[in-house]
Each structure stands twice: as structure tokens, then as C-alpha cells.
């Protein structure tokens, strides 16, 4: 990815990539220390790392340095760094936002779809996944803060969801996932984390025969409370590459 670089350039890529294994590193340290207090450790949950925003060559030093997964936020981002191979190397999921009319661009390209979070949209990602003859893994989101600017099934909802994806042959749900509203106080937040992990173990008894396998929750600021609600797959972006900057 160095090509047509200044040195400059160069060296603030070496800067950079280094302290993405650093962080990497950190964050593996404090993901195992929150694992342990739940009787785990940090080899029972998932690192995925949310590159939106970052180029290839950044998504690159991250799967150099171990990050299990590589988690795209847009779809536009996604099919761009796809055609980079900014993901060779590692499974890529989709963590963003989906629109219907985008789901067809991210079937079969991701290996797992964290936010199928209505009936509409694991509706058309059964039917873009059967074009292909395949299965898409899947995460239920759910709507934990009952906001209304964010996409998920409502708590009360996600039984009738799980019931609703076990009829389409070309959706496999893996899990859950949740995103709690932004800027709750840190106890708050642990109750949101509960509370859907409560809802995870629930469905996995009662309609997956303890058969699903991610509950996706926790992201920078908050992923080791997140672990000790049980938490097994946390979704880190500005630890592992810095600050977004948001007015490129
Ligand atoms: C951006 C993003 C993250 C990571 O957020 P950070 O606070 O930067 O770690 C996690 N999950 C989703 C769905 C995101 O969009």
C-alpha cells in the first residue's frame, strides 16, 4: 500500500500501524482481565474491529497484528475497500445501518450481517441470499433504548423475529446484537447490556436449543462492561485506530 507515498506519508503509516498493534494489544489485555471475571478468558470473545473510515492499508496492520474480524459500517465504504483487499485475511462482517435496497451488495460478501434488525430487511436478505444459493449468518439487533431514530427489534419483539427467520431457508441467526443509546451514564448502560443478555440466553434456550453462538455488544468506551454482561464479541473502532475525522 505504499505506492506513490512520500516519506512522510510512509512514516506516519509506521506510526500508525504501530500503535494499531499496540492498541490491539491493550485491548486484548483488558478484554481477558473483564473475561476472567466472568469466568472466561479473552480467547471466548470476538474482536471485531469497526474500520469505518479507515483506509485499507489501516484495515491491513490490523489483521497483520490479529484482530479476528474486520466490521464495516457503509456499504459504499465496504464495496470500495473490498476491491482493495482491504480484508484479505479476515472474515469481514456488516455492523452498519442496512437499507433494503443495499442489502444485495452485502449478501454473500459478509460473513456475518450484525444489524438484520426488521422483519423487511431478513425478508430481502432471504431473497438475495437464495440468488446465490446460500446461507447468510445473521445477528438479530435489538433496539434496547426504544429509540426511534435507530434501527433493531424492540425487546418484546425479538421472539417473534427469531420465529420469523427459523421459516426463511436462506438466514441463519447467529445471535444478537445491540448498540445502547449513545451517552447513557455507565450504570445505565450496564443495565441495557443486562437486560439483552437476559433476552440472549432466553432465546437461545427456549428457541435455538442453546445453539447460537455471538451476543455482540460493547464497542470503546464501554466493552469491558459489556464482557461482564456476557458479552462475547465487541465491536472497537477509535481504540484500535484513533480518533475518526469526520471532516475528510
Ligand atoms: C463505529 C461503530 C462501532 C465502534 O465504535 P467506537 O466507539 O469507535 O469503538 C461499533 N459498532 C458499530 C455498529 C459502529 O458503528
Request: charged content about 25%; aromatic content about 6%.
Amino acid at each position: 500500500f505504499d505506492n506513490g507515498q512520500t516519506s512522510d506519508q510512509k512514516y506516519a503509516r509506521r506510526k500508525a500501524s504501530m500503535s494499531i498493534r499496540e492498541n490491539i494489544a491493550e485491548i486484548r489485555r483488558r478484554i481477558d482481565e473483564a473475561a476472567r471475571e466472568t469466568g472466561r478468558t479473552g480467547a471466548d470473545i470476538t474482536l471485531v474491529g469497526a474500520s469505518k473510515m479507515n483506509d485499507a492499508a489501516a484495515c491491513q496492520e490490523a489483521i497483520a497484528a490479529g484482530i479476528d474480524v474486520l466490521g464495516e459500517n457503509r456499504v459504499q465504504e465496504m464495496v470500495t475497500k473490498l476491491a482493495e483487499n482491504a480484508y484479505d485475511g479476515a472474515p469481514l462482517h456488516f455492523i452498519g445501518h442496512l437499507q433494503r435496497n443495499k442489502v444485495k451488495q452485502v449478501v454473500g460478501k459478509a460473513a456475518l450481517i450484525q444489524s438484520a434488525g426488521s422483519v423487511e430487511l431478513l425478508d430481502e436478505i432471504e431473497k438475495q441470499a437464495e440468488k446465490l444459493g446460500i446461507v447468510q449468518d445473521v445477528l438479530l439487533e435489538v433496539n434496547i433504548g426504544g429509540e426511534a431514530a435507530k434501527s433493531g427489534f424492540a425487546p418484546e419483539a425479538v421472539e417473534a423475529a427469531a420465529a420469523h427467520a427459523k421459516e426463511l431457508a436462506h438466514v441463519r441467526v447467529r445471535g444478537l446484537m445491540t448498540i445502547p443509546p449513545a451517552g447513557a451514564a455507565r450504570d445505565e448502560n450496564m443495565v441495557y447490556f443486562e437486560k439483552v443478555h437476559a433476552l440472549y440466553v432466553d432465546i437461545n434456550r427456549k428457541m435455538y436449543n442453546n445453539g447460537l453462538d455471538y451476543l455482540s455488544m460493547g464497542m470503546s468506551g464501554d466493552f469491558a462492561d459489556a464482557i461482564r454482561a456476557g458479552s462475547n464479541m465487541v465491536r472497537v473502532g477509535t481504540a484500535i485506530f484513533g480518533a475518526r475525522d469526520y471532516t475528510k
